[in-house]
């Protein structure tokens, strides 16, 4: 019995140990993704916003941790999974220097879709005012679509390289796309813009928010707890308890004195003695009357009559 149970332990550590490397060496990939940059949107810098989708599977108990870079002193705002009833989680994450200029975020999600936005402002000049704007990919992409949004209230607006495609949205705000494929880890997707403002508000008012913005909490500058490492410990806690528990119960068998049963039988009456007034009831030897204690075995006998 011993002998199965540290089998199965055996058997459930191993499990563990090659399961989890496998699940590391899997391509944490993103499906699509889309890359929106608004100058002077609501505040006089430029905010942008990832959001996307995950080729690999994601649950409870298996979060996935995913990396971005963002321009240095960047004001990450959110990084967080978008639930499937459109909700976004709260979340934490971690940052990091990296280099060019670049910091890199790092949180886990629950959830397939993500959503990650900051501030920052690279416009120089007024009121002809310019911007360089890079996507460095931290993760690869299947599929990465950028989108520029054109300031309200600006003239002369000029890309390069120019931009496919555009479109305007209900609130009168024009996009300019681009789409990538294929989009490799350390692969830069970069374009200057440059326009003409005279106004210095920004397009909407500071109290309206994007559609897509979140609220989150301030950056932790420690990582999160691994559940695979948790489940692991617990299992292992656990059959490790199993062992231990079988292992002293045998032992306490083992400890515990045992007694063989004495032979019983009928001792014959002594020469010249009176015939037996009953028998010990210990070890059946002959006892006469008022016999206290048995001639073979010492045990107390109440006096037989």
Not at 71 to 90: D, L, M, R
Not at 156 to 171: E, G, I, R, Y
Not at 180 to 202: C, E, H, I, N, R
Not at 212 to 235: F, M, R
């Amino acid at each position: 019995m011993l002998k199965r149970i540290v089998l199965l332990v055996i058997l459930v550590i191993l499990s563990f140990g090659i399961a989890s490397p496998a699940r590391a060496e899997e391509p944490l990939r993103i499906s699509t993704m889309d890359v929106s940059v608004w100058p002077e949107y609501d505040q006089p810098g430029v905010l942008v916003q990832y959001q996307g989708g995950l080729t690999a599977k994601v649950d409870k108990t298996n979060p996935l941790e995913l990396s971005f870079f963002v321009p240095k002193g960047a004001g990450v705002g959110a990084a967080c999974a978008i639930q499937s009833n459109g909700n976004h989680t709260s979340e934490t994450w971690k940052e990091s220097d990296a280099d060019s200029g670049l910091t890199k975020i790092t949180f886990k999600v629950t959830e397939a879709q993500f959503h990650v936005e900051y501030y920052y402002n690279p416009l120089t000049g007024s009121p002809d005012k310019k911007m360089s704007f890079a996507y460095a990919a931290a993760m690869p992409a299947d599929e990465v679509d950028l989108a520029i949004q054109h300031p309200l209230k600006a003239t002369n607006f000029v890309l390069t390289p120019d931009a496919p495609n555009s479109h305007q949205d209900k609130d009168g705000f024009t996009y300019h796309a681009y789409t990538f494929k294929q989009v490799a880890v350390g692969q830069k997707l970069s374009m200057d813009v440059a326009y003409t403002k005279t106004d210095p508000k920004p397009s909407v008012s500071g109290d309206q928010k994007p559609a897509s913005s979140t609220s989150a909490p301030n950056a932790a500058t420690d990582s999160g707890i691994n559940l695979n490492q948790v489940i692991v410990l617990a299992t292992v806690l656990a059959m490790a308890g199993i062992v231990a528990f079988f292992v002293w119960q045998r032992n306490s068998q083992r400890a515990q004195p045992r007694y063989a049963n004495a032979e019983t039988y009928r001792a014959a009456p002594r020469a010249g003695a009176a015939a037996p007034a009953g028998f010990c009831t210990q070890c059946g030897n002959a006892m006469a009357v008022g016999d206290k204690f048995c001639a073979r075995c010492g045990s107390r006998m109440e006096d037989i009559q």
